[in-house]
């Protein structure tokens, strides 16, 4: 079954401890996204791929790394995660000329 | 910058009836604009993609219109059923691999 899985769904952790949220796709998509959903602020991008070994920062990467060394892989990492990165996550892919698939979430509360 | 919004924020409606939800998108030069359905709590779901050089896209009960020039989109729902409750959420694409833009949605209800 084609899908975007990520990891985990639910996440609970203190402020600055490290983390890292997986997200893969079996599609073989070239295109990956991260965004963030807020109540009030609707769904924001944090940084997106457009291949392997390329990422490029959108509305909102203060805080976050992400890395793509392989194809079907493209982490989301909070090295020092704070309370305002609490928040529902979720992770995209496409190919040219498709529409975005998207994960089930992450729910990242950071106390 | 492009900016994406969506009216109205918020719909219900009894069941059967047709509606109409609609996008705007303050930037013309777009690639693609994509609908979602969300339900709450749960990832999004997409129903249509409407690339630059189409009009209109129909999926079932679902056709969605795209005006480039005027910076709007539609979707409309025919015969709306309570199960069509949920957010609706339009995005736009200025190239096949650049930053994707959401609107905030418009929370939808269908009473039976």
């Known amino acids: 079954e084609a899908q975007v899985t990520q990891n985990p769904r639910y996440l609970i952790t203190v402020t600055g401890k490290k983390l890292t949220v997986t997200c893969s796709q079996n599609?073989?998509?070239?295109?990956m996204s991260w965004y963030r959903q807020d109540p009030g602020l609707g769904l924001r991008q944090i940084y997106y791929?457009?291949?392997?070994?390329?990422?490029d920062k959108g509305d909102v990467p203060e805080g976050y790394k992400v890395s793509r060394k392989e194809k079907r892989n493209f982490p989301l990492i909070l090295e020092s995660p704070s309370p305002n990165q609490t928040s529902l996550y979720f992770c995209?892919?496409?190919?040219?000329?498709?529409?975005?698939?998207f994960g089930n979430g992450t729910r990242l509360t950071v106390t | 910058k492009q900016e994406v919004t969506q009216i109205p924020a918020a719909l219900s409606v009894p069941e059967g009836e047709n509606l109409v939800l609609n996008c705007s998108f303050t930037?013309?030069?777009?690639?693609?604009l994509q609908w979602f359905r969300q339900d709450p709590g749960k990832g999004l779901t997409s129903l249509l993609l409407?690339?630059?050089?189409?009009r209109e896209q129909t999926s079932g009960r679902l056709n969605a219109s795209l005006d480039k020039s005027s910076g709007r989109s539609t979707l409309y729902i025919a015969a709306s059923q309570p199960g069509d409750s949920a957010t609706y959420l339009c995005?736009?694409?200025?190239?096949?691999?650049?930053?994707?833009?959401f609107g905030p949605g418009t929370s939808l209800s269908v009473i039976p």
């Open positions: 995005a736009v694409r200025k190239t096949s691999y650049d930053k994707v833009i």
């Open positions: 409407i690339q630059s050089s189409q």
């Open positions: 599609m073989n998509h070239e295109y």
């Open positions: 995209a892919s496409s190919a040219i000329n498709s529409p975005l698939h």
């Open positions: 930037d013309s030069a777009i690639y693609n």
């Open positions: 791929s457009m291949n392997v070994e390329v990422t």
